[in-house]
Nanobody, 128 residues
């Protein structure tokens, strides 16, 4: 089991920033693929960013490049998503996801099917 818990969501105006946190991984396996996803009402869940905890290599989808940054604190076993210059279209429920990575991988994807463990989500609302 990988009990993930997200926090840090909230309501901001366009152009504002939020920092999401995810905790609960890292106690069973050495390395994980960790991903951030989001789901807006009436839309499918989509990948936002990923990070491989073994190397710190990151991946971003095009629509967040330059605005969002995924990072980790291995000592705290925490994952973060710094979101800057938020837009109304970023409004969604944001989810943290984990997948143990063994053997080690060179790259972590951002497809929902790549991950087996999910948090309950944290709501982000951006007003114009």
């Amino acid at each position: 089991q990988v009990p993930l818990v997200e926090s840090g969501g909230g309501s901001v105006q366009a152009g504002g920033s939020l920092r999401l946190s995810c905790a609960g991984y890292g106690y069973t396996y050495s390395n994980y693929c960790m991903g951030w996803f989001r789901q807006a009402p009436g839309k499918e869940r989509e990948g936002v960013a990923s990070i491989y905890t073994g190397s710190g290599r990151t991946y971003y989808v095009d629509f967040v490049k330059g605005r969002f940054t995924v990072s980790q604190d291995n000592a705290k076993k925490a994952l973060y998503l710094q979101m800057n210059n938020l837009k109304p279209e970023d409004t969604a429920m944001y989810y943290c996801a984990a997948q143990p990575a063994w053997p080690p991988v060179a790259y972590c994807g951002a497809q929902t099917t790549d991950y087996g463990y999910w948090g309950q989500g944290t709501q982000v609302t951006v007003s114009s």
